[in-house]
């Protein structure tokens, strides 16, 4: 089975100032790994996934995050973040060779960026 | 951009109703999936389907039903509603041959008074 913790519920943060949300994962087999964000009222988009290779990976809105398996986490970051920016962020894995790809989600991070 | 809807966005509706919550998506995906999304919560996901007649439970017991007629439709109903029903409810979908990105439709904030 696999679980995914979002260490940090909320992060308040000033425009411009870097950003790192943190994500936790425990799993006995291997893992992609994946972000959304949720803006209010709507779904969830992806921002970026770790599938394998490079373990800094890139994605939408200047966002990146970086695979560390000995400490199974993959923390998001954002050098200099924009009042847009204000969403909730969502971490989630799912098992490789998993027929159904169902993914295993964490609480989410509400993150609000001040002027 | 992923297209994938979901009617209505928003429901408010009384104890005792049936109602069905719609999902449709465009990109002939084989694979689609329901979850339910409380505040502060974790997404879980109550069912999924690999293909017209094909559903499974997910790994939230749900006393919503499913079907899948069609490789574009998803619906989910609930025969009875009730005021523990009152959540988020969030449509995706993913390629059949895939098995990472899943596409996420806007939800459907559902309200049983």
């Known amino acids: 089975a696999q679980s995914v913790t979002q260490l940090d519920s909320q992060v308040p943060v000033f425009e411009e100032a870097p950003v790192e949300l943190r994500c936790n994962y425990s799993?006995?087999?291997?893992?992609?790994l994946f972000w959304y964000v949720q803006y209010p009222n709507q779904g969830l988009q992806l921002l970026l996934k770790?599938?394998?290779?490079?373990?800094l990976v890139k994605g939408i809105n200047g966002f990146e995050a970086e695979f560390n398996k000995s400490q199974t986490s993959f923390h998001l970051r954002k050098p200099s973040v924009h009042i847009s920016d204000t969403a909730e962020y969502f971490c989630?894995?799912?098992?490789?060779?998993?027929?159904?790809?169902?993914?295993?989600f964490g609480k989410g991070t509400k993150l609000s960026v001040k002027p | 951009e992923a297209d994938i809807y979901q009617t209505p966005r928003y429901l408010v509706i009384g104890t005792g109703k049936k109602i069905t919550l719609e999902c449709s998506q465009t990109?002939?995906?084989?694979?689609m999936y329901w979850y339910q999304q409380d505040p502060g919560m974790e997404l879980h996901l109550i069912h999924y389907?690999?293909?017209?007649?094909?559903?499974e439970k997910g790994d939230l017991s749900s006393e919503s039903t499913v079907s899948r007629i069609r490789t574009e439709h998803f619906p989910l109903t609930l025969e009875s509603a009730r005021p523990s029903h009152t959540s988020q409810y969030l449509c995706?979908?993913?390629?059949?041959?895939?098995?990472?990105?899943?596409?996420f439709g806007p939800g459907t904030r559902l309200t049983v008074l």
């Open positions: 389907s690999y293909g017209v007649n094909s559903t």
């Open positions: 990109m002939g995906h084989d694979k």
């Open positions: 770790y599938l394998s290779g490079s373990t």
């Open positions: 799993s006995s087999v291997s893992v992609y």
């Open positions: 995706a979908s993913m390629p059949g041959l895939s098995t990472d990105t899943q596409y």
């Open positions: 989630a894995v799912s098992r490789i060779g998993g027929s159904q790809g169902n993914l295993i």
